[in-house]
């Protein structure tokens, strides 16, 4: 099987969820809160799919190394190792998020996900960041 493809595919998977990070957002603040749940379980649902296919890659696939040096380089590898790091933190405020709003609990929902939100985003975006740099520079 040819892999090549997946970085593309991780690439939209990683955007996809994004822009649902950012309308679920929307939502909650809208206190549109059966909508909010739809697209988080949809933002959940993209990001355990983005994971198979990222590891699937990983596991497949050869190392990619970045091929250009000087300022640009060094961009590029703060920017990964930022999202590498927090991406770690993603799995387990994702489920901790998620387990405490499906169980009604509210309070601590929302205490946590002020921390999951902006990681989760973060991860998100500068995943797509990094296939940007690394496949299209």
């Not at 696939?61 to 990964?80: D, E, M, S, W």
């Amino acid at each position: 099987m040819n892999y090549s493809i997946l970085p593309t595919v991780n690439a939209f998977l990683n955007g996809t969820a994004a822009v649902l990070l950012v309308i679920a957002y929307i939502l909650i603040r809208q206190r549109k809160f059966d909508a909010h749940k739809k697209v988080m379980l949809a933002a959940f649902t993209t990001s355990c799919v983005f994971l198979v296919s990222y590891l699937t890659y990983h596991f497949k696939a050869k190392i990619t190394t970045f091929p250009h040096q000087g300022g640009l380089r060094t961009l590029y590898f703060v920017i990964l190792g930022t999202h590498t790091v927090l991406a770690a933190a993603v799995p387990v405020l994702a489920v901790m998020s998620l387990k405490r709003g499906l169980a009604g609990k509210y309070v601590s929902h929302k205490a946590i996900s002020r921390w999951t939100l902006p990681i989760w985003l973060y991860v998100s975006v500068t995943g797509v960041v990094v296939y940007l740099m690394l496949y299209h520079l």
